[in-house]
């Protein structure tokens, strides 16, 4: 099995180029590219990306399709603002997905993913089958592009993740695992969590975080090796258990020169893991 690859996420702005050089002034092989405007998906910067992939030997490995309007990472508003469970953000965030789809087709990758939001637990209520719906649809558009869909872990339990899985019924959906959202989210163990949805990782977020101390705020995000992810652990079953060959995007929620310090310390980490 060839070793795994580790890459770090970029935001889509005016500059594509400047964001997937860092990933090579890194050392990195692969990048994640995420994107929260969907005007931004241009002839224009579908080419500079295709170009300075090919400059600087970089893998976009997924497009984080991300949607416009207001979210609040927390357990009372997230609810009511993120992703496409909120009913009044649902159609322009649908629409931002396939947006997203569109751009992933051109640019040569092969997927999308996004937070959907806090899936509700209950299968029997109206929203959680309306979630569904609109998933199909998605799900449906991205089939048409020949891509696959990935939900990010975060707001949902792994079962509430499974089941919706179950429930949307394509073949072509996979997971993003953010290891470190389980954590924060107080949802769960990321090492458990794989007995339950292991078999759909396509993709890890390498992401260190806390639990959760209060009921209103998600435990706070660290640096690698200072939360309570075991990436040793975590990543040999996935290998081992799942054959998982996906990247490894290391993703650190700061700004400035200690984010740098902080990537460059995850990938030591990262690199025998591989």
């Known amino acids: 099995m060839s070793p795994l690859k580790i890459g770090v996420i970029g935001g889509l702005d005016d500059q594509p180029r400047q964001m997937i050089k860092k990933a090579a002034d890194l050392g990195l092989q692969g990048c994640q590219l995420a994107c929260w405007e969907p005007d931004l998906y241009t002839d224009k910067a579908s080419d500079e990306v295709v170009a300075a992939c090919d400059e ?20 009372y508003e997230g609810p009511l603002t993120i992703g496409i469970v909120p009913i009044e953000n649902r159609e322009v965030r649908v629409n931002g997905l396939i947006a997203g789809a569109d751009f992933a087709k051109k640019i040569g990758v092969s997927s999308i ?15 959680y089958k309306d979630v569904v719906e609109n998933l ?18 975060g707001q ?19 997971i993003n695992m953010d290891p470190a959202n389980l954590v924060m989210y107080g949802k769960a163990n990321p090492v458990d ?34 939360g309570k992810v075991d990436f040793p ?23 400035g020169p200690q984010q740098i310090e902080d ?4 990938k ?7």
């Open 136 to 153: 199909k649809r998605v799900c449906a558009y991205c089939a048409d592009l020949g891509l696959e869909f990935w939900f990010e872990t």
């Open 113 to 127: 993913m996004t937070h959907v939001g806090f899936i509700p637990e209950d299968p029997n209520s109206d929203l």
């Open 156 to 174: 949902e339990t792994p079962v509430t993740l499974l089941r919706t899985i179950e429930d949307v019924g394509a073949d072509n959906m996979g």
């Open 268 to 274: 030591e980490i990262l690199g025998p893991l591989c």
């Open 193 to 226: 969590a794989l007995d339950v949805i292991g078999r759909y990782v396509r993709g890890v977020h390498a992401k260190d975080g806390l639990y959760p101390t209060d009921g209103k705020n998600l435990g706070p995000e660290t640096a690698m090796g200072e």
């Open 233 to 255: 652990v975590l990543i040999t079953r996935l290998k081992n258990e799942f054959g998982f060959t996906g990247h490894l995007t290391i993703e650190r929620e700061i700004t």
């Open 56 to 75: 600087f030997n970089i893998e976009i490995n997924t497009v984080f399709a991300g949607a416009p309007g207001r979210m609040v990472w927390d357990f």
């Open 263 to 266: 990537i460059k310390k995850a």
